[in-house]
């Protein structure tokens, strides 16, 4: 059996170390706010190339605090309009609407799966703030693009990062081109904890500041509070494992690479459509961390079953556009085309830094082997 993600692996491969680090935060006799989140988001800071890291409860809670913490500096007023992506997944939008900001849903790029820089003039209203662009699946946005039209119009940018550690674009990672980043560490991210965990990055000292304190029951030092917060810290613990996992995430987002290369070089089945690396000038592309291999597939059902039938497990995401879900029943009359072919079509094949290239092997001819529909 092929496994879509194998996070045991992932965490054995990594035993002795993650152990050292665990009995590190056992024997230091501080469990909250201590030296191993201090030192984790210094060290994520720098590696995202940004001033500050904030370590919150997890990746919704990392963009909820965000937008509120402009909403406590003035910035953003109620009934104010935040541009995102229809196809994403439903945290960018929750955190959205849990601080009573709109959501103007946009179609995606139908060959990245990401916010297009062109469709942004159609959905900008005098009520409009905030652009909030997704790295889904592990590739980063046209930042460029977005960010010359956030400019032009004053409007803050907040990246969605939780699946694009380390993605660039002109040698700038996620995390550093917004005005605020929002990463997740939930356990099968490319950098994943081991267990929930979240945090912001920016170069914003103000904003630093107040997502902190929002974070921290609204204060700034001990016992004097300035908003009513909410409890959302990073973990000493997961901040200890998170530790580890930094130090090997270049080396598991190349064997990331490696695999993704071999799937777009072996599979040939023309029922499937394969990802693209854009190119957004002479120079430069959309690097992509490959949190997720996504092919499309008009007759997906089939697909999957012989997948599975060949010892491949696969998964979909996402099967229901946020759009269309029961939480967001009043947009029910909505439509975006786009983006319900892409939740219709889409399939992620397994991808990981402990998956075998006999394992890859296998996937490919499975994928191969494949007698579907073409695409058209
Ligand atoms: C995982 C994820 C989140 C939420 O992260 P959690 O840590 O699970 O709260 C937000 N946005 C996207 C795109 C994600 O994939």
Not at 298 to 306: C, E, I, Y
Request: aromatic share 8%; with cysteine.
């Amino acid at each position: 059996m092929v496994n879509f993600l194998d996070l045991k692996s992932i965490n054995a491969a990594l035993r002795s170390e993650l152990i050292e680090a665990c009995t590190r935060v056992i024997d230091s006799g501080w469990y909250i706010s201590g030296r191993e989140v201090a030192a984790f988001e210094a060290e994520f800071a720098a590696y995202c190339g940004v001033k500050h890291c904030i370590g919150v409860a997890n990746g919704l809670d990392a963009l909820t605090l965000t937008i509120r913490a402009w909403k406590v500096l003035g910035r953003f007023k109620q009934g104010d309009e935040v541009i995102v992506p229809a196809n994403t997944y439903i945290a960018s939008i929750l955190s959205i609407t849990e601080n009573g900001l709109v959501p103007v849903l946009v179609e995606p790029d139908d060959t990245t799966f990401n916010l297009c820089p062109t469709k942004l003039e159609g959905a900008l209203t005098d009520r409009t703030r905030l652009i909030l662009p997704v790295h889904l699946y592990g590739q980063i946005c046209d930042m460029p693009a977005i960010n010359e039209f956030a400019q032009k119009y004053g409007l803050l940018v907040l990246e969605d990062s939780a699946q694009a550690h380390g993605a660039s674009v002109k040698g700038k990672k996620t995390g550093s081109w917004g005005s605020a980043s929002a990463f997740s560490f939930y356990p099968g991210k490319n950098l994943g904890a081991l267990g929930d965990a979240g945090a912001v990055t920016t170069d914003d000292d103000e904003l630093a500041e107040t997502i902190r304190a929002l974070g921290n029951y609204g204060s700034k030092s001990k016992y004097n509070n300035i908003y009513k917060g909410v409890n959302s810290r990073l973990d000493e613990l997961q901040a200890a494992m998170l530790r580890v996992k930094l130090g090997h995430l270049e080396k598991d987002t190349s064997v990331r690479r490696s695999i993704a290369a071999a799937y777009m070089a072996g599979i040939e089945n023309q029922a499937l459509k394969l990802p693209l690396e854009k190119s957004i000038d002479a120079t430069s592309f959309l690097e992509h961390v490959w949190h997720l291999f996504v092919v499309r597939c008009q007759n997906r059902t089939a697909f999957q079953d012989h997948l599975r039938a060949k010892g491949v497990e696969t998964l979909i995401h996402y099967p229901i556009p946020p759009h269309k879900q029961k939480a967001y029943a009043e947009w029910d009359e909505l439509n975006f085309d786009i983006t319900e072919r892409m939740h219709a079509e889409v399939i992620s094949l397994p991808i990981g830094p402990t998956m075998s290239m006999d394992d890859v092997s296998v996937v490919i001819d499975a994928c191969n082997s494949f007698n579907g529909a073409t695409v058209e």
